[in-house]
């Protein structure tokens, strides 16, 4: 699930703030990771050789806020194993034969519960 998610992750990094965001294909939800500040965003790389070095810092940190947003991502997303989409877990039916979306649901004529009736819309 979790590369799935990192398929459709956005990254709206800066270079002060890590921030990533993932949007449910069934209604159109974001979930927005939550932002982490670069920790050398006030550094001034004046030199070729600090450039070098705070841009392998900010490649390491970026990752780590990368896999941070898809690990809470992937707790709130659901792969639909009929139209391939990742929806959110209201988006999501539990079904008595096979798990789908909302709309895969109604298109099939089958009945289900949401994975979670009402999400809460905290950060990842």
């Keep these: 699930m979790r590369k799935l998610v990192a398929s ?3 990254d709206l990094s800066t270079r002060e703030v890590f921030l990533f965001r993932v949007s449910c294909a069934g209604c159109a939800t974001e979930y927005t990771s939550r ?6 965003a006030d550094s001034i ?5 600090k450039q070098t070095l705070l841009h392998a810092v900010y490649s ?3 990752e780590t806020a990368r896999l941070y947003a898809i690990r809470n991502a992937a707790e709130r ?3 639909c ?3 391939k989409r990742i929806v959110c877990d209201r988006c999501f039916l539990i079904c008595d034969d096979l798990d789908m979306c909302r709309q895969c649901a109604g298109a099939l004529d089958q ?9 809460v819309e905290a950060a990842m």
């Design 45 to 49: 790389a004046d030199t070729p050789g």
């Design 60 to 62: 390491q940190e970026q």
């Design 111 to 119: 009945k289900g519960m949401p994975v979670a009736a009402e999400v």
């Design 8 to 10: 459709v992750l956005e």
């Design 77 to 79: 997303m659901n792969y």
């Design 81 to 83: 194993p009929i139209c």
């Design 35 to 40: 932002p982490v500040r670069f920790s050398r």
